[in-house]
C-alpha cells in the first residue's frame, strides 16, 4: 500500500495519478472512436511519428513535448488528407509517416550533442517522475473539451466511425469531423505519452474498448465503458509501478491484458453454449 500512503505526500506522484485518470478518460472516448472507424494502424502511425519531433525538439533544445505535438497533427492531417483525396493509399501514408518520423527523431536525438540512451527512456515507456503540473492541466483542458464534443456531437462522429457513406447521406460534415477526430487524436497520443510511452500507447487506445466490447456492441456504452476500464488500468498500473519499481506503461499494459484475458474467459462459456453458429451450406438452404 505504499503508493496510497505516499499518494498526497510527494507533488510528482500526484501530478501522475491525475494525469492517469485523464489519459484514460480521453484515450477511452478517443479510441472507441478509434477502434469503431478501424482507425488503429492510424493511431500507431501518429504515435510513432511523433517521435520525430521530440528528436528534433531535443536536437535544438526546446520543448519536447511541443515538438512531438506538432509532428503528430501535422502527420494525422496528412494521413487523413491522402485518405481522402485518393493521392495515396491510407496503409501506405500510414507506413511511410510511421518510418519517417522514427528514422527523423532517430537521427536527431544522436546528433544531439551528450546524447545518452536515457533521454529517451521516459517518452519510449513512460516515468511517472516527467509528469508536470503544465501536463496536468493541459490534459484536463483536453479532457474538458473531448467530454464536452462527446455530449454534443455523439451521434455525427457515431455515424462517421461507423459508416461515413451514410453519414454524408444524412447531411453530416463527414470531412470536417474527420479531420478534428485527427487532430484530437493526435493531441491526446502526446498528452499521454508521459504516461505510457511511445511503444506502448497504442495499446491504451485500444486494449479498454476491445474489453468492454467483449461485453457490449453499443456504441454508447462502449464510449463510456472504455474510459471507465482505462482509468481503473492506469491507477493500478501507477500503483504496481511504483511499488515494484517497474516502467507505468508496462504495468498498465500487463493489467489491461490480464483483465482481457478475463472477461474473454468468463464470456467464453455465453458463446459456445448460444445459438450453434450456421454451417456455410445451411446459409443457402
Known sequence: MGFFSDLF??????????ACILSGITCGIIGTYVVCRRMVFLAGGITHASFGG???????????????MLFAILSALGIEWAGSSGRIREDSAIGIIWSVGMAIG???MNLRPGYTSGDLSAYLFGSIITVTRSDVFALAGLTLTILAGALLWLRPVMYVAFDRDFAR???IPTR???YLM?????????????????VLLISLLTMPVVIVNTLSRSYRILAVGAPVVAVAGNVAGLAASYDFE????AA???????????VKLLTLPKITLGRKPKLPHENHS
Open 169 to 171: 447521406s444524412r447531411g
Open 182 to 198: 485527427a487532430v484530437l487524436i493526435a493531441v491526446t497520443i502526446v498528452l499521454s505519452i508521459r504516461i505510457m510511452g511511445i
Open 176 to 178: 470536417i469531423i474527420s
Open 252 to 262: 498498465i499494459i500487463f493489467i489491461l491484458t490480464v483483465a482481457l484475458i478475463l
Open 54 to 68: 521530440l528528436g528534433i525538439a531535443f536536437y535544438l533544445g526546446t520543448n519536447p513535448i511541443g515538438g512531438a
Open 9 to 18: 505526500q510527494y507533488g510528482y506522484l500526484t501530478n501522475a495519478f491525475a
Open 106 to 108: 532517430a537521427l536527431f
Open 246 to 249: 517497474v516502467p507505468p506503461g
